[in-house]
């Protein structure tokens, strides 16, 4: 079965240090991937996503993401980090040829950001 | 600004109350999601739709119910609100699968 695991559910970074949130994925075909932020109380805004070709993608707010296939995982990075980024960021694959592109989403984490 | 919108954002509610929860959206979108997500936990999916007058149950199983009458809305209904409904309720919609447009979400309690 298609399944996203998000390795840390909570991870605490200073501010203007790097930034690297785990994905991995448990898809059949080629995936689509995404990642979200999550704000609280708010919905979910998309931060980039990953279909074909180059596989790093560059996002909103500075984050980019790294596809590799060999180990079935789409890392979120930031270079530095700012306090405004403390939210939940999630992973999603889409099952494009299945469901209609139905989004699988991952457990979620939790990112603190101390000063 | 949101191109799809969730109503009401805060519903507190007594028990066995009838309930909707709106979603509308204006991108001219074919399918749409509703998500179910505790506090601090993940997405899961309670109901989805193709378009108009197709609608599916998702992942977890609800209670609720869904309409698709128009492309634009998509609608969620509690018939009797019970404290296990508690959650905050998410709808979101997307086009051919390329990722999803969520809206800001419903939170409800029901006391």
């Known amino acids: 079965a298609q399944s996203v695991t998000q390795p840390d559910i909570h991870i605490t970074v200073s501010e203007g240090a790097s930034l690297e949130l785990r994905c991995n994925y448990s898809?059949?075909?080629?995936?689509?991937l995404f990642w979200y932020v999550q704000s609280p109380g708010q919905g979910l805004q998309l931060l980039l996503k990953?279909?074909?070709?180059?596989?790093l993608v560059q996002g909103i707010k500075g984050f980019e993401a790294e596809f590799k296939r060999s180990q079935s995982s789409f890392n979120l990075r930031k270079p530095s980090v700012h306090w405004s980024d403390a939210a939940e960021y999630f992973c999603?694959?889409?099952?494009?040829?299945?469901?209609?592109?139905?989004?699988?989403f991952g457990q979620g984490t939790e990112l603190s950001v101390k000063p | 600004e949101a191109d799809i919108y969730q109503t009401p954002r805060y519903l507190v509610i007594g028990t066995g109350k009838k309930i909707t929860l709106e979603c509308s959206q204006t991108?001219?979108?074919?399918?749409m999601y509703w998500y179910q997500q505790d506090p601090g936990m993940e997405l899961h999916l309670i109901h989805y739709?193709?378009?108009?007058?197709?609608?599916e149950k998702g992942d977890l199983s609800s209670e609720s119910t869904v309409s698709r009458i128009r492309t634009e809305h998509f609608p969620l209904t509690l018939e009797s609100a019970r404290p296990s409904h508690t959650s905050q309720y998410l709808c979101?919609?997307?086009?051919?699968?390329?990722?999803?447009?969520f809206g800001s979400g419903t939170r409800l309690t029901v006391v």
């Open positions: 979101a919609s997307s086009d051919r699968g390329y990722g999803y447009t």
């Open positions: 898809y059949g075909a080629t995936p689509y």
């Open positions: 990953y279909f074909s070709g180059d596989t």
């Open positions: 999603a694959v889409s099952m494009i040829y299945n469901q209609g592109g139905k989004l699988i």
């Open positions: 991108m001219g979108h074919d399918k």
């Open positions: 739709s193709y378009g108009v007058n197709s609608t």
